[in-house]
């Protein structure tokens, strides 16, 4: 990609943190409900490091003949008129349990022979790829207020990579399983295992990406997914000592990649902008250990950061400076849309527009009328079974085998020095690796986003 595309691309993706708000709080409570178990409660949480499933007798790979044709989207109801081809269907990912991802596939809107494939991954746990990913953030279109028509987003990835969205792990989105214990025994081991077999069978049906240049993409909790679907496939192309997924490198952005600066760096963000008071913080530092071998909280450490949740409930906490939705309702006609400034109130329009039976049936999806609605982060997924403390190991992991790793990071102008978050998680990956890996801190901006006091950081890189 090149650095201009690629900077208007991540733009797209800060303005779409815009919207975030109405359904942040959804994703906020379910990485917030993940965090508090695993550091205040350790229900039972496994938080040891991450181990890729081996399939010893091979995955499940099924024949995919004439499935692709089937799975192409004639056009979605109210869309405009696009160039592109799009698929959407599922992928069997257990056979005996009846597990099936759904899968949302955009071609590139140019040269869709000779641009990588990215696999885009939104996180929570539980939260959509759909919901965030294709229809809010770097998908070709946005749903407009009136919950019925599309309109063309001018950021969308696809002008530089064929991007697949996929919702996992099973009970998020369409996705599902006949076996509905399956939704209480999600971890993230599951989730790369059943992503993997997903993308082995999904080469199957589409087999000219076989060989293509191969990027995994996501952000939030997808800073889990990504490096570890990778590991994945890295540890299987070492085991068949040939490359099964042409995997050439991934990229992660405002990721949950290690528990205890994630934390420590959140609570000093909330601080230093006033969001609690400094009493509050200073609680916090003084009595929550976030090590990774922390099993429990003292009291005050409890009442502290439970403090800290009542006093930022009500914010966006992804941006405290976007407006709010404050009234939910769809229109009879659409609003005015412009590609700089994103309605905080889209999640309901994706809601209603992703729940129309008419849209279902030209997505291919919820073909076995399953027995909930469409959810941006799922309600019926629980007992997140594993979730390592970090995996900066992984990431180490790759820069080693010569995968290209991009973290990013797109945040307001004035937070840029002030939060510590990605400052202590880039010391902890710094430590311990060979200069040579790695690119220093960059800053990137766009006069369009230095209007918006935005910039981008890029943070590592290795070519
Ligand atoms: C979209 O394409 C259809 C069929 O090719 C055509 O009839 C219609 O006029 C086009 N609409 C616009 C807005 O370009
Ligand atoms: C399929 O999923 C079930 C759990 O629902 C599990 O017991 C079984 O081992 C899985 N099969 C394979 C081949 O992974
Ligand atoms: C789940 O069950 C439905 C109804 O029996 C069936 O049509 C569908 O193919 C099953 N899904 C999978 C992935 O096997
Ligand atoms: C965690 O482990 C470190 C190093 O082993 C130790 O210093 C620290 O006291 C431990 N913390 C807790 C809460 O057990
Ligand atoms: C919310 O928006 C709808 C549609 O625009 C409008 O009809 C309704 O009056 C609004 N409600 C409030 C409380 O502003
Ligand atoms: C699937 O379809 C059924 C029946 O039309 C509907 O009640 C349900 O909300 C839908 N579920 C999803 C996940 O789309």
Request: with cysteine; charged share 20%.
């Amino acid at each position: 990609m090149e650095m201009k595309a690629t900077l208007t691309l991540l733009l797209s993706l800060f303005l779409a943190s815009f919207t975030v708000q109405c359904h942040a709080n959804k994703q906020t409570e379910a990485l917030t409900r993940l965090h508090k178990t695993k550091l205040y409660k350790n229900w039972g949480i496994n938080t040891g490091h991450f181990e890729a499933t081996r399939h010893e007798n091979g995955p499940e790979v099924a024949s995919q003949e004439g499935m692709r044709e089937k799975d192409r989207i004639e056009g979605l109801p109210g869309q405009p008129n696009v160039s592109f081809t799009q698929y959407g269907g599922y992928v069997t990912v257990n056979e005996s349990a009846g597990r099936a991802f759904y899968y949302y596939f955009a071609e590139a809107q140019h040269s869709k022979q000779s641009l990588p494939l990215l696999l885009w991954l939104n996180g929570g746990p539980g939260c959509s790829s759909l919901a965030y990913g294709a229809m809010q953030e770097l998908g070709p279109f946005r749903v407009n207020s009136d919950g019925k028509t599309l309109y063309k987003n001018k950021f969308a990835w696809n002008h530089a990579a064929n991007v697949l969205f996929v919702e996992s792990p099973a009970g998020v989105g369409f996705s599902y399983s006949n076996t509905t214990s399956d939704y209480v025994h999600n971890g993230d081991k599951q989730t790369a295992a059943d992503n993997y077999v997903f993308l082995l069978n999904w080469f199957e049906r589409f087999p000219e990406y076989k060989s293509r240049e191969f990027y995994i993409s996501g952000e939030s909790y997808a800073g889990h997914y990504v490096p570890q679907l990778a590991h994945t496939i890295l540890s299987h192309n070492k085991d068949a000592d040939k490359s099964i997924i042409n995997l050439k490198g991934i990229i992660i952005g405002n990721a949950v990649i290690n528990d205890e600066t994630d934390e420590r760096g959140m609570y000093d963000y909330f601080g230093s902008h006033a969001l609690i008071s400094d009493e509050t913080l200073s609680q916090i530092q003084q009595h929550c250990d976030f090590s990774p071998n922390a099993t429990t909280q003292s009291d005050k450490c409890n009442q502290a950061s439970n403090k800290a949740y009542i006093d930022v409930s009500k914010l966006d906490i992804y941006n405290i400076y976007a407006p709010l939705c404050f009234n939910s309702s769809l229109t009879i006609k659409p609003k005015k849309v412009t590609s700089m400034l994103i309605d905080p109130c889209s999640d309901y329009y994706v809601y209603a527009y992703l729940n129309r039976p008419d849209v279902q049936m030209a997505l291919h999806a919820n073909v076995t009328k399953l027995d909930h609605d469409w959810e941006p982060c799922s309600d019926i997924i629980q007992n997140w079974q594993d979730s390592p403390s970090t995996v900066i190991p992984l990431l180490k992991e790759f820069m080693a085998n010569g995968l290209r790793v991009w973290i990013f990071r797109i945040e307001l102008w004035d937070w840029i020095i002030l939060v510590p978050t990605t400052i202590r998680n880039w010391l902890a990956l710094e430590h311990g690796l060979p200069k040579r890996l790695i690119a220093k801190l960059m800053v990137w901006t766009t006069s369009e986003a230095l209007h918006l006091n935005i910039l981008f950081q890029k943070q590592i890189v290795r070519y």
